[in-house]
């Protein structure tokens, strides 16, 4: 039988990998501290899956795209606010 940790444990490896991916490429491209970069990473990927889940659940892959729509309108206006 499958427990629930042995579920939970591989998909936290991977989303924490994820984070440190993102959390990275954030720390390149940041020139003034005003975001730490593992929240924004965190954001990204809480976004990111959000839409992936209610993809999934409404079996609508629109509601993806208005997510990535969503973030990428939100990560523009930081780069304006620099």
């Known amino acids: 039988m499958v427990t629930a940790d042995a579920l939970r444990e591989p998909v936290a490896e991977a989303l924490a990998g994820s984070r440190?991916?993102?959390?990275?490429?954030?720390?390149?491209?940041?020139e003034r501290g005003e975001i730490a970069p593992d929240d924004l990473a965190g954001t990204i990927l809480a976004t990111l899956?959000?839409?992936?889940?209610?993809?999934?659940?409404?079996?609508?892959e629109e509601r993806f795209a208005a997510a990535v729509r969503g973030?990428?309108?939100?990560l523009r206006g930081l780069e304006v606010a620099r």
Do not use: H, I, S
């Open 20 to 30: 440190g991916a993102l959390a990275a490429v954030v720390a390149q491209r940041q």
């Open 71 to 74: 973030l990428l309108a939100l």
């Open 49 to 60: 899956q959000g839409g992936y889940v209610l993809a999934r659940a409404e079996l609508d």
